[in-house]
């Protein structure tokens, strides 16, 4: 593992480490050269403030199993501490800290201070969130928090240029806000979120947990199981919002060491405050126990999970997918069939397959359909209904090309994740969504 506290090392070291076949950080001119003919290294990218706890060891195991290079930046960043937070003392414990990421098999810890990153104390350029999320949940309470997370993650990812930023669901808000900047700011990386991590009694792990006397830590509990209950609610038909968040208040009030700050339900995407869960809603809570904040969230779905199979053409994926979901009752999703009307279309239009960007420009011009039906499920590219002709042997002979190249596959994971976000109600009545629509429901 390299450690680097500074741009210059860190920058000097991707130079060469991004790019494969490396001799890492140590090639001459000429290598280098020849190197950037090579392909890139994929570079998972896991930013946290230390005080390493097994929340961030989940991130970052998941990083090292999906990428070639594994950088994790420790940095407890001035700019999302306001006067009076606990900015001075905020937990480091930057030598085991090191140990973990050893053990976890990182490639680069950064951990800078902040003249390295220019933070000084004089005025900063600053990376604002749109107004909407920031009058929801935390940011009611802490008003600097927000924009100071963007600011900084907006620069960690122009240095480090990642492929996939790992971020935990514990921090919902912050998730869904650097969710809304990498796709308003056009941010070549794939966000990926990760489950949160509990202690067996329920508590979420957190560094500040640090702060909590054994007493505290047995109060604490009671923030998850408050949410359990409203989750139980749910899961018996409650939708309304208005029951489920009392359900969290009243179970507190027999908890008076907790000072409820919010409970709060909204949509777990746009933040939006929700009355009635349709899809799926995020109910989060912020409680002081002492001077400890504490945060935690539960996401309410109101349909089963869908399982979507991604990889080369051939490989038995769909064949697997609609055994699990048939074991599982889940929804399947067919993402085979959405390459194979891409392949059609391509074939059709008369573009050369080897024309990536003009095969990039049609597909995010194209509207994909995939419509339930008791039977196979009708797919549709642009109006026309191609369910047999994505079967011939020419798109056979042709998809696995067309879903190799990388502006393909990022389009249409984008669009499986979106009917991901909207599965329910693609699968309850039927209907179909546009491709490559932007806009969150
Ligand atoms: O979640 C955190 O630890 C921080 O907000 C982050 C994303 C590292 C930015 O400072």
């Known amino acids: 593992m390299r450690l680097f506290k ?47 706890h097994p929340g961030h060891c989940s991130l970052i195991r998941r990083a090292r199993q999906e990428n070639e290079l594994v950088v994790v930046s420790i940095f407890v960043n001035p700019l999302q501490f306001a006067p009076g937070e606990d900015l001075h003392s905020y937990p480091q414990t930057l030598e085991a800290d090191q140990e973990v990421c050893r053990q976890l098999g990182v ?25 909407p999320v920031l009058q929801v949940l935390c940011a009611n309470s802490r ?24 971020l935990g669901q514990k921090d919902a808000q912050q998730l869904a806000i650097l969710q809304r900047m990498v796709q308003d700011l056009n941010l070549p990386v794939e966000i990926v979120p990760c489950p949160t991590v509990r202690e067996v009694s329920g508590l979420a792990y957190s560094s ?22 409203a989750e139980q609610l749910f899961r018996r038909g409650e939708r309304w919002a208005n029951p489920l968040v009392t359900t969290v208040r009243e179970h507190l009030l027999q908890h008076p060491a907790l000072a409820l700050e919010y409970v709060e339900l909204v949509h777990p995407v746009t933040l939006t405050p929700l009355e009635e869960i349709v899809e799926t809603g995020l109910l989060a809570i912020a409680a002081k126990l002492g001077q400890t904040r504490l945060i935690d969230n539960v996401i309410l779905r109101s349909r089963s999970p869908i399982i979507a199979i991604d990889g080369p053409a051939g ?10 979901a048939e074991k599982l009752g889940l ?28 095969i990039a420009e049609l597909v995010s011009q194209s509207s994909i359909e995939l419509i339930s039906t008791h039977a196979a499920p009708v797919v549709k590219i642009n109006g026309v209904d191609v369910t047999q002709a994505i079967r011939s042997p020419l798109v056979t002979s042709q998809v696995s090309a067309i879903a190799a190249q990388k502006a393909v596959r990022q389009q249409l994971v984008q669009y499986q994740r979106h009917l991901g976000a909207n599965g329910g109600l693609w699968r309850r009545v039927g209907i179909s969504l546009p491709m490559f629509s932007r806009k969150q429901s």
């Not at 950064?110 to 749109?130: K, R, S, Y």
């Not at 008003?143 to 930023?165: A, M």
């Open 208 to 229: 500040r947990n640090q702060y909590l006397t054994p007493e505290q830590r047995l109060e604490a509990v009671h923030l998850s199981q408050a949410l359990q209950q």
């Open 331 to 358: 929804i399947y999703l067919d993402t085979g069939a959405m390459y194979r009307a891409v392949t059609w279309l391509v074939l059709q239009s008369g573009i050369s397959l080897a024309d990536e960007p003009a």
């Open 107 to 131: 490639d680069v810890l950064f951990t800078p201070d902040a003249a390295a990153l220019g933070i000084n104390g004089e005025p900063l350029t600053q990376v604002m969130p749109p107004a």
């Open 315 to 324: 490989a038995g994926k769909s064949t697997v997918t609609r055994l699990v």
């Open 6 to 52: 500074t741009l210059a090392g860190l920058r000097c070291y991707l130079e060469t480490a991004r790019w494969r076949s490396l001799p890492v950080g140590l090639a001459s001119p000429e290598e280098k050269g020849k190197l950037r003919q090579s392909p890139k290294a994929v570079i998972g990218f896991v930013p946290t403030m230390g005080a390493l």
């Open 143 to 166: 008003p600097h928090h927000f924009p100071g997370v963007t600011t900084i993650v907006f620069k960690f990812l122009n240095l480090i240029q990642p492929d996939r930023l790992y």
